[in-house]
């Protein structure tokens, strides 16, 4: 009878290490997972950076990706300018204008046929375009 008695105690704290243990592993180990969209994007981002573009076209790559990370972020089918409009005050106010400026670029590229902008205009959007979608892929 004893003997039962300690196989059940032995057995009750034994299942208790175990449960804390897998709590303790969900609780502080195991990282949250990826959401789909930045796996997809991520991949985009990749090919988009192969593609040996010229920096006229890689801005309106760039500025795609941006809006469909904008998209994802903050739930919206809007624009990129009705989100950056309704949701950019959410971003830090430098990014935001930054980003209002590299997308200006890119509309003056699609839109405007006689627009010759400076390799330093190019640049600017390039750089800050690949900071944004970098750091939103990673957070």
């Known amino acids: 009878m004893e003997e039962n008695i300690n ?3 032995f057995a009750s704290i034994g299942a208790l ?8 592993y969900f609780l502080f180990v ?3 997972e990826t959401p789909a ?8 981002y990749q090919e ?7 920096k006229e076209y890689l801005v309106l790559e760039l500025d795609k990706l941006t809006h469909a990370i904008l998209k994802e972020k903050f739930s919206s089918t809007s624009s990129f300018g009705e989100i950056m409009k309704s949701k950019g005050k959410k971003l830090e106010r430098r ?3 930054d980003l209002w400026g590299a997308h200006k670029l ?6 405007d046929m006689d627009h010759k902008p400076s390799p330093s205009e190019l640049n600017k959007a390039i750089i ?12």
């Open 17 to 24: 290490v175990v449960i804390l243990l897998v709590a303790y």
């Open 95 to 97: 990014i935001e204008n």
């Open 106 to 111: 890119r509309n003056q590229l699609a839109h």
């Open 48 to 54: 988009i950076l192969n593609k040996d573009l010229p």
């Open 7 to 9: 196989i059940i105690a």
């Open 37 to 44: 969209w930045k796996g997809k994007l991520t991949k985009k």
């Open 128 to 139: 800050t375009l690949k900071n944004f979608i970098k750091t939103s892929l990673k957070e």
């Open 30 to 32: 195991k990282q949250p």
